[in-house]
């Protein structure tokens, strides 16, 4: 019998893994905006900004899982 060997990069796993985190606080992020702006309806335009801030730093974290994936995959 041959032997089937599993090639591949462990990067792909470890992304997937990382994802979970930004994933879910895009999930909180949006949750407060929605929760803010269904009580206070005038500070909608306010919270906005910080809406997007949330956003764009939460899914940082999940472009840094992909660089760090190339950057330590062995050729």
Request: proline share 3%.
């Amino acid at each position: 019998m041959t032997e089937l060997a599993i090639t591949g990069s462990l990067a792909a796993i470890g992304y997937g893994l990382a994802a979970v985190g930004p994933g879910i606080g895009v999930g909180i992020v949006f949750a407060a905006y929605i929760q803010a702006s269904a009580r206070q309806p005038e500070s909608a335009g306010f919270n906005r900004t910080w809406l997007f801030m949330g956003f764009a730093l939460s899914e940082a974290l999940a472009l840094i899982g992909v660089a760090l994936g190339f950057v330590w995959a062995k050729g």
